[in-house]
């Protein structure tokens, strides 16, 4: 049978890539999943709030259901929970801005608590990972979106319109700090393999 050719791929998956890659930042040669979280805040910051609250429920349902479809897709053309795959954290960080005052502050307090969470995975998060395809992909992600929703709640009660004074900058870089210093040790035990564009123009082997 002839080897199928490199421009294989359907417009299915090419959709596949852009969205599942949230704009390909899942290409990304550094931290793609940092860089799509740090994206996703950026474009909550010009979109919301949403008219109401059924109607953000219905974007998150959205990136659930649109996300294990095209993050389905990146598994069978980059391996097994891709790093190209970061629709999932556009849907943790939506998850957990949901309902929050939007500012500045409060989106770099966010993302700081969803990365954490995103990394530790808290159960259900690992059971989560093992669902089958794209599912597992996003809803680890949506897990992690939920605890750091609940901590942010948590700090806006009694920090309730939190924003940039030199001290709380400091805060927030303390936080951080030990996620950079540590950044290799926690790349290599949590860290996915960084996917390539080049991967995904492969011929397909199901075709």
């Known amino acids: 049978m002839q080897t199928p050719s490199r421009q294989a791929r359907g417009a299915a998956d090419w959709i596949a890539i852009a969205f599942g890659s949230?704009?390909?930042?899942?290409?990304?040669?550094?931290?793609?999943?940092?860089?799509?979280s740090a994206a996703a805040a950026v474009v909550l910051f010009f979109v919301y709030p949403m008219p109401n609250a059924l109607a953000y429920a219905g974007?998150?349902?959205?990136?659930?259901?649109?996300g294990a479809w095209a993050s389905t897709r990146l598994e069978r053309m980059f391996g097994h929970d891709p790093s190209a795959?970061?629709?999932?954290?556009?849907?943790?960080?939506a998850i957990t801005m949901a309902g929050a005052p939007i500012?500045?502050?409060?989106?770099?307090?966010?993302?700081?608590?969803?990365?954490?969470?995103?990394?530790?995975?808290i159960a259900p998060a690992r059971a989560l990972e093992r669902w089958p395809v794209g599912w597992g992909v996003m809803l680890d992600d949506a897990c992690a979106g939920v605890y750091a929703a609940i901590v942010l709640r948590g700090?806006?009660?009694?920090?309730p319109s939190p924003h940039f004074a030199w001290w709380q900058a400091a805060a927030l870089a303390a936080v951080a700090a030990p996620l950079l210093l540590f950044r290799k040790p926690l790349v290599a035990k949590y860290g996915k393999k960084r996917s390539r564009i080049r991967d995904a123009i492969a011929p397909d082997p199901d075709a």
């Open 155 to 159: 700090i806006l009660r009694f920090w």
């Open 103 to 121: 500012s500045p502050a409060t989106l770099a307090i966010g993302f700081l608590l969803f990365r954490v969470f995103d990394i530790v995975k």
């Open 22 to 36: 949230f704009a390909f930042t899942g290409v990304s040669p550094v931290a793609p999943a940092t860089v799509a």
């Open 59 to 66: 974007l998150c349902l959205f990136l659930l259901g649109a």
């Open 85 to 93: 795959a970061t629709i999932d954290e556009v849907l943790g960080m």
